[in-house]
């Protein structure tokens, strides 16, 4: 089984094939007509001329696009960073879980998986909304304290939970929970934890252990649970078309936009390629940090 | 973009964006019904039949298969544009699609709808003569008509202070009446068009400058707006997320009869509005045009026309399955506005896809 592949080569020839065709046929081609077409124009209703120009990026670099680009980063760092504060405890108390319990946590944490996104959603809908679940509760609990004290708190306002950024957020962060805790978890369960007694021993805090052993052990899962969470949330569409407000633009729903209601593919194709172009930078940018702590180490 | 039929817009809503976020592809059932040939000649007895949701009556496709022998299958979009984006991949395998009035233009100049031979659709007799050749769709080359309807506004009327009827545009567009308990249609035609209407411009004369204008105003006004919404705003209105929505006539028509509190309404601003008409068309290579046409002449009958209308609760253009109403459907106000309200509505005409490029980007703009 130890063989290099130099010489198996007409196995790993076979080996490769079926995923290097569905690759190329399935992905790269599709993905090289949409990059052919962001150089392309309109001709009439249907018809799309390749003409090499560059009029659709510069239309996409815009400032009107480019403040919705930024936005959208916006809206993806903080999800990301939400999903980070969160996630980390969680992955932690995990790894520490006893070990019957760990299969069950790991179960609970994949759950959402097996319900469509969009259903989740319409599900955080019924939560949030106006006449949702929180401000049912709240409405209960405000009615009591005014019963109790002779109306002190005066007339009741529904929280604005939902049709605004914070909705956005709070359900970006709902559906991307899982894909930062997982990586993050499989870093941390493979920790050697006989470092975190000697910090320990050795007169540490716990939060000092944490932050100075735990934290940069665990970097790499770090990067990739960021990277992971990142992509989708700065692509997603769905979130922000049914929970965000009168504001809610992302730039999924531009590009959404151009090849539906605007019926401008060229266009669409080219916002679509620069979100492609970010989501390469962002990987290489991982790819440095994961890079940096082994050049250091050595 | 309209009629999202009446309503169940959720159910709509949901296989729309679900189809678009996950790219189900509905066209995939026409791959396996074209693999099929039948006897040179005859067409196999299938149909297959792309509409709004809930946009036809319960019983009419069963129906059509006992009268016929023929098989529908209906599969449900939710927009015109994504109709359109369907169509214009091509080989979708549908044989009869329901765009509205300016997308049938949109489509025929396209190239991508069959001319209607109108020796097999005899049941054109039944039809209001004054529909026979709209500026969209001249001598009905490619259209039959099906339904028609207004957008205007639903409101909650004990949201309303006492006695009040929003009875102009001004308060989605211009006012902050209603902070925060507005939502607008997301659509940027018939926004941009609707705006227009409200600062007295006809919606057939908007120019960039009107667009500017439209622009600047729901720019100001975006603070006190809600939502834009994506054809649900019934659902909002009847959650009490809002008090008051852009929407269409029959998609109110529906709110109103599920409310068991009466506290719903609908009403046509008195500027005036913007009318739809949707349309039963066959696709330029639809695999199945003969079976097609029958289905076509079949909808036109009077009494499976007039069951349709009652049941979805649009307005028909079919004089003949009319008669066949009941009274309460034919004196709804909601679906057949009185003639000084129709005076002042106009159909909106197709004006070529930079025209959509500008709205679009307007509203973009507007969103961000």
Request: with cysteine; proline share 5%; glycine share 8%.
């Amino acid at each position: 089984m130890e063989q290099s592949w130099r010489q198996a080569k007409s196995m790993f020839a076979a080996m490769l094939s079926v995923p290097l065709f569905w690759l190329v046929v399935f992905f790269m081609v599709p993905l090289g007509i949409v990059w052919l077409y962001s150089f392309g124009e309109n001709r009439g209703l249907v018809d799309i001329a390749f003409t090499g120009t560059w009029s659709n990026y510069a239309r996409a670099l815009e400032w009107d696009n480019l403040a919705i680009f930024l936005k959208s980063i916006g809206i993806a760092a903080i999800t990301t960073a939400l999903c980070l504060v969160i996630g980390f405890p969680v992955a932690l108390a995990i790894t520490f879980a006893p070990e019957k319990v760990k299969p069950w946590l790991l179960l609970l944490i994949m759950l959402p998986f097996w319900t469509n996104l969009l259903i989740r959603t319409y599900a955080l809908i019924a939560v949030l909304r106006e006449q949702g679940y929180i401000n049912m509760g709240y409405h209960w609990g405000f009615d009591i304290v005014n019963g109790l004290t002779g109306g002190a708190l005066g007339e009741f306002h529904a929280l604005p939970l939902m049709y605004n950024n914070f909705a956005v957020v709070f359900g970006l962060v709902f559906v991307n929970l899982p894909f930062m805790i997982l990586p993050l978890y499989s870093t941390l369960d493979r920790l050697d934890r006989s470092l975190l007694e000697a910090s320990l021993d050795l007169g540490a805090g716990h939060i000092r252990t944490l932050f100075n052993v735990v934290v940069p052990m665990a970097g790499a899962g770090i990067a990739s649970g960021i990277l992971i969470t990142f992509i989708p949330a700065l692509g997603s569409y769905l979130t922000p078309d049914l929970l965000g407000g009168a504001d809610a633009l992302m730039i999924a729903n531009v590009i959404e936009a151009q090849f539906k209601r605007a019926n401008n593919w060229p266009f669409g194709a080219a916002l679509s390629f620069l979100l492609v172009y970010m989501t390469f930078i962002a990987i290489a940018v991982q790819g440095l940090i994961e890079r940096k702590p082994a050049g250091s180490r050595s | 973009m309209s009629a999202n039929g009446f309503n169940k817009s959720r159910r709509s809503l949901l296989a729309a964006t679900g189809a678009a976020a996950i790219g189900i592809s509905f066209g995939g059932l026409s791959a396996c019904s074209q693999g099929k040939k039948a006897a040179a000649g005859a067409e196999e007895p299938k149909l297959n039949f792309y509409n709004w949701d809930t946009y036809i009556a319960e019983n009419t496709l069963g129906d059509f298969e006992k009268a016929s022998g023929i098989k529908v299958s209906m599969t449900n979009f939710a927009t015109n544009d994504e109709l359109f984006a369907k169509m214009k991949t091509g080989k979708t395998g549908y044989d009869v699609i329901v765009p509205s009035n300016d997308f049938v233009t949109q489509l025929a100049q396209a190239n991508l709808l069959l001319p209607l031979d109108k020796a097999k659709l005899p049941n054109f007799k039944n039809i209001d003569p004054g529909v026979m050749s709209p500026d969209y769709d001249p001598d009905r080359k490619y259209s039959v008509p099906y339904t028609w309807l207004t957008l205007g506004l639903g409101y909650r009327k004990s949201k309303m202070p006492k006695g009040f009827v929003p009875d102009s545009w001004k308060y989605v567009f211009d006012s902050d009446m209603f902070k925060g308990r507005i939502a607008l249609l997301s659509e940027s035609g018939d926004l941009v068009r609707l705006g227009a209407k409200y600062l007295g411009y006809s919606v057939n004369a908007v120019t960039p400058e009107v667009v500017a204008q439209v622009e600047a105003m729901l720019k100001k006004q975006k603070p006190n707006i809600k939502a834009f919404h994506s054809d649900n705003g019934q659902d909002m209105l009847i959650a009490g997320d809002v008090d008051l929505v852009i929407e269409y006539n029959g998609d109110m028509m529906q709110a109103i009869a599920d409310d068991k509190d009466k506290d719903l309404a609908y009403i046509v601003p008195k500027e005036g509005t913007q009318l739809n008409a949707d349309c039963l068309c066959i696709p330029v290579d639809a695999p199945r045009p003969d079976n097609a046409h029958k289905f076509l002449n079949y909808i036109m009958e009077p009494q499976v026309g007039a069951q349709i209308a009652e049941f979805i609760g649009y307005a028909t253009p079919n004089l003949a399955a009319k008669a066949l109403t009941s009274p309460e459907y034919q004196n709804n106000p909601n679906i057949f506005p009185p003639a000084d309200v129709m005076a002042k509505c106009e159909y909106a005409a197709f004006q070529g896809a930079e025209k959509a490029q500008l709205y679009d980007a307007a509203m973009t703009r507007v969103k961000a």
